[in-house]
């Protein structure tokens, strides 16, 4: 099992460019999040995916648009990226237990906006 | 929102030095979980804890839901636990989003 798995690792862009992160999960998992963590700071949600076909805005959706494309992936789209962009961004994904939910994350995409 | 707030916000130990960290929240809430990022930036599952203890190893947790907090003990610290431990809190609706506290960034010392 891979787990969940992030591409690219590392990205620069100009302001005003565009890109998708992309992100894939092997364990089965219903849910998936995108997070973004700047210097210092703990990890804000930008969207959620309860279920295929389902998206949801988190703490800090400006700028940003999801994908559900199927039940393995969540893509992270920046259409005009801007330097506030600049941060890693992590994807996630997790499923209802008997307990509740348990997160799991990729390795994180290093974005810097220029 | 859900606040959380970690504590203390670092930490220095010399090696084989125990530590409790802590987490507040202001809500009820029945997701907790706590992560280790090592200095490579990548998450590391240590604890899901919405209630009780549990131990792996050095590390134990200990959930108090009534009360609104969490701890993390690590003992016997080595070289290799430091970097930063997140508390992420959330409920069971809404797919388990969570809301991160900003960490305790622990170095230990040889």
């Known amino acids: 099992n891979a787990g969940v798995t992030q591409t690219p690792k590392f990205q620069v862009l100009k302001t005003g460019q565009s890109m998708t992160l992309q992100c894939a999960q092997d364990?089965?998992?219903?849910?998936m999040y995108w997070y973004r963590q700047d210097p210092g700071m703990g990890l804000r949600l930008i969207y959620y995916?309860?279920?295929?076909?389902?998206?949801d805005k988190g703490e800090v959706p400006n700028g940003y648009n999801v994908s559900r494309l199927n039940k393995r992936e969540f893509s992270l789209r920046l259409e005009s990226a801007a330097p506030s962009q600049t941060s890693v961004y992590f994807c996630?994904?997790?499923?209802?237990?008997?307990?509740?939910?348990?997160?799991?994350f990729g390795p994180g995409t290093r974005l810097t906006v220029t | 929102g859900i606040q959380v707030e970690q504590s203390p916000p670092d930490l220095i130990l010399q090696e084989g030095a125990n530590s409790t960290l802590r987490c507040n929240f202001s809500?009820?809430?029945?997701?907790l979980q706590w992560f280790h990022q090592n200095p490579w930036g990548q998450l590391i599952n240590l604890f899901y804890?919405?209630?009780g203890t549990k131990q792996n190893g050095r590390l134990s947790a200990t959930t108090v839901a009534t009360e609104r907090y969490s701890l993390l003990y690590i003992s016997s610290s080595q070289t290799t636990d430091s970097g930063v431990y997140f508390c992420?809190?959330?409920?069971?609706?809404?797919?388990?989003?969570?809301?991160f506290g900003d960490g305790t960034t622990l170095t230990v010392k040889p």
């Open positions: 995916s309860a279920s295929e076909g389902t998206t």
């Open positions: 809500d009820s809430v029945n997701n």
């Open positions: 992420a809190v959330g409920y069971n609706t809404n797919a388990g989003k969570s809301t």
């Open positions: 804890i919405p209630s």
């Open positions: 364990m089965n998992h219903n849910s």
């Open positions: 996630a994904s997790s499923d209802r237990l008997a307990g509740g939910y348990e997160q799991y």
